[in-house]
């Protein structure tokens, strides 16, 4: 099914026809991501958007029929690159321009990405619906190929140190599927193990505040 995360009408669509033609959700991974500068069709920042925004809209419309179907499991895939992330509620959705900026947006939404989790599994207390944020590790993907030419020949030197897409895979796999990991609902893993994020992912105000802020930039709160 078509579901483009940069047109919020298409995340709707989506989710509508989705509830319409299966009877059962059991797992949803919020996987895609974008390391690069640019806006939206609605307007918001690409990587903010992709990563973070259409991601939150897509489990909140989608979190009635993971309930229905429970035991059931959300992961969100995150980066280790939240480490450089900061949240700011007067720019985070703001679009930006250039590499750098772009690369700052990615990481602002990991780090929003953890947060979401950190809030998700209050929300989702008592439902037998656990969540996960996951740190793949360096994946070769096609998630740089809006880099420069340059970029390309040094991650062609580093390439020894980047995972396959099925060794990236595994953490993910793990958290979707691996029995009695129920109690650890809410944690950020790294290789198959539950790891403790960097300090500004474990502010639960912060969370708090991110999760209003991104109802109301969707439109969710009256």
Known sequence: ?????????????????????????????????????????????LGFQVNHLAHFLLTHLLLDRLKRCAPSRVV????????????????????VEGMKKGGLSYCNSKLANIL?????????????????????????TKIFRYFPRWVFWFLWLIQLLLRDCDAGAQTTIYCATEEGIERLSGRYFVDCRPKVPWPQARDDHMARKLWEFSESLLGLTP
């Open 1 to 45: 099914m078509i579901l483009d995360l940069a047109n919020l009408n298409s995340v709707q669509a989506f989710a509508q026809i989705f509830l319409k033609s299966e009877p059962r959700l059991d797992i949803l991974i919020n996987n895609a991501g974008v390391c690069k500068d640019g806006q939206t069709t609605d307007g918001f920042d």
């Open 76 to 95: 969100i895939v995150s980066s280790s690159g939240h480490f450089f992330g900061k949240i700011d509620f007067r720019t985070i959705h703001k679009p």
């Open 116 to 140: 979401h989790t950190r809030k998700l599994v209050n929300r989702l207390e008592g439902t037998n619906v656990t969540c996960y944020a996951v740190h793949p590790g360096i994946v070769r």
